[in-house]
Nanobody, 127 residues
Framework: QVQLVESGGGLVQAGGSLRLSCAASGRTISSYTMGWFRQAPGKEREFVAASSWRGGTTYYVDSVKGRFTISRDNAKNMVYLQMNSLKPEDTAVYYC????????????????????WGQGTQVTVSS
C-alpha cells in the first residue's frame, strides 16, 4: 500500500506560481510512475502530468506545457508540481497518483491505470 498526501494548494492571482508537494509513505515510489491529475467543479478528473521513476520521461497535458513542471525526489519519497503563469482555468482540486510501473508512457494519461491516490489539494486562481 502507498499513502499519498498532497499539500501546497491555495489561492493565487492569475500569473502567479504555486508548488504542490506529494508525500508518499508505505513503500518507496522508485518503482512507480507518479502522476498529477486535477478536477474542476462539474468536470471529469483530467490528467496533468506524469513522471517515470527517474524523472527522465515526463508527460504533460497540452494546456500546461511550458508552465508546469513535475519532479520527484525518490530518496525523500516526494513528488512535486511546480505551477507557473497560473490561469483561472487551472482552478481545481489537484490529486497525486501512483502507478505501479517504473516507466511512464501513453497509458499514464488515464486515471484508471493508477493504483493509489491522495485526497487532493485545492488550487484557486483568481483573475
Amino acid at each position: 500500500q502507498v499513502q499519498l498526501v498532497e499539500s501546497g494548494g491555495g489561492l493565487v492571482q492569475a500569473g502567479g506560481s504555486l508548488r504542490l508537494s506529494c508525500a508518499a509513505s508505505g513503500r518507496t515510489i522508485s518503482s512507480y510512475t507518479m502522476g498529477w491529475f486535477r478536477q474542476a467543479p462539474g468536470k471529469e478528473r483530467e490528467f496533468v502530468a506524469a513522471s517515470s521513476w527517474r524523472g527522465g520521461t515526463t508527460y504533460y497535458v497540452d494546456s500546461v506545457k511550458g508552465r508546469f513542471t513535475i519532479s520527484r525526489d525518490n530518496a525523500k519519497n516526494m513528488v512535486y508540481l511546480q505551477m507557473n503563469s497560473l490561469k483561472p482555468e487551472d482552478t481545481a482540486v489537484y490529486y497525486c497518483a501512483a502507478d505501479y510501473k517504473p516507466t511512464a508512457d501513453s497509458n499514464s494519461y488515464y486515471r484508471e491505470n493508477y493504483d493509489y491516490w491522495g485526497q487532493g489539494t485545492q488550487v484557486t486562481v483568481s483573475s
